[in-house]
């Protein structure tokens, strides 16, 4: 099941008939689960305890199986993984719950967004024949906290106004090349296992004041605005084609550091009020707002 879950570790007990020739092998039975694994594509950590797995010809069934994530939350997975004699994996899986873990990503991945969503709602897995989807509608819970990065770090450093000229003689000067990462500025290393996955995430997401969301216009120079409120975005991602969000954020409240070219540095409090709209093109958000410098 590689490409869907890894570290999976756990065990199962039950009656389990593993019958067929050696390249026709299949299984039927009834099972129960003690399984902790992680679901690669939304990075976090699921625990199934002591529930109920239905096998026959060809299927895994889960039917109403509680899961947990790894701060105790927890939700309920139903769905099915088809099989022709333990090879093509096919498989479907609805996870849903009330403020569970469903999205924990870092910076520094493929995507200009990262963050940790604990939503009520649920998340669809659809997949088989190197591809995958995911389909979610969450509304976010508590210690949500997202990010999102509009600015491209190569067009932050070439747009500099400030330059310092050296004007002391004879000194030599030596050329450094300096990596500023951003997923855009990364090459894609050449695969060696074949082509990869299709990837395709399509979230619906009702943000609420208990989720934080950080949007970075100058990852140089730190210039971000950091904001709780209430709004509907729409992402669509599938990782060889297309980025795209749609929907409206109403800020509550929040901050706007800016910095100018790390020479000036001033902090702005942000009226009730204010839009942040994103029209399809990730790197063209709309901000219309309103902030106070005491």
């Known amino acids: 099941m590689e490409g869907i879950f890894s570290d999976l570790t756990g065990r199962v007990n039950g009656h389990i008939r ?11 039975g009834e099972a129960r689960a003690n399984i902790d694994t992680k679901i690669d594509v939304l990075n976090t950590y699921f625990q199934i305890r002591d529930d109920s797995v239905h096998i026959s010809s060809g299927q895994l069934l889960f039917t109403d199986v509680h899961v947990y994530d790894r701060e105790g939350n927890s939700g309920v997975v139903n769905g099915y993984l088809h099989h022709t004699k333990l090879k093509n994996l096919m498989y479907h899986f609805n996870i849903s719950g009330d403020n569970l873990l469903m999205y924990d990503t870092h910076e520094g991945g493929d995507m200009p967004f990262y963050g940790k969503v604990y939503g009520s709602g649920s998340i669809i897995l659809d997949g ?6 995911v389909d979610a509608s969450l509304t976010t819970g508590h210690n949500t906290s997202f990010t999102y990065i509009t600015g491209i770090t190569t067009e932050a450093t070439n747009t500099q106004f400030i330059t310092f000229v050296d004007k002391t003689p004879k000194r030599i000067h030596d050329n450094v090349e300096t990596n500023l990462y951003h997923h855009s500025n990364v090459q894609k290393e050449k695969e060696e296992e074949g082509p990869p996955m299709d990837l ?4 619906l997401i009702n943000a609420t004041p208990n989720a934080t969301m950080k949007i970075v216009m100058d990852p140089v120079a730190g210039d971000n605005i950091t904001a709780t409120g209430n709004g509907n975005l729409q992402v669509n991602y599938f990782n060889k084609g297309d980025f795209k969000m749609f929907g ?3 800020i509550d409240q929040g901050m706007y550091k800016l910095s100018m070219q790390e020479v000036i540095r001033k902090d702005f409090t942000l009226k009730s009020g204010g839009t942040v709209t994103f029209t399809g093109d990730p790197y063209q958000a709309n901000l219309d707002l309103q902030a106070i410098y005491t």
């Not at 088989?128 to 989807?133: E, I």
């Open 248 to 250: 409206n954020y109403i």
């Open 128 to 133: 088989g024949n190197n591809a995958m989807t």
């Open 18 to 28: 593993l019958y067929g020739d050696f390249k026709h092998l299949d299984l039927e």
């Open 200 to 203: 395709r995430i399509n979230m």
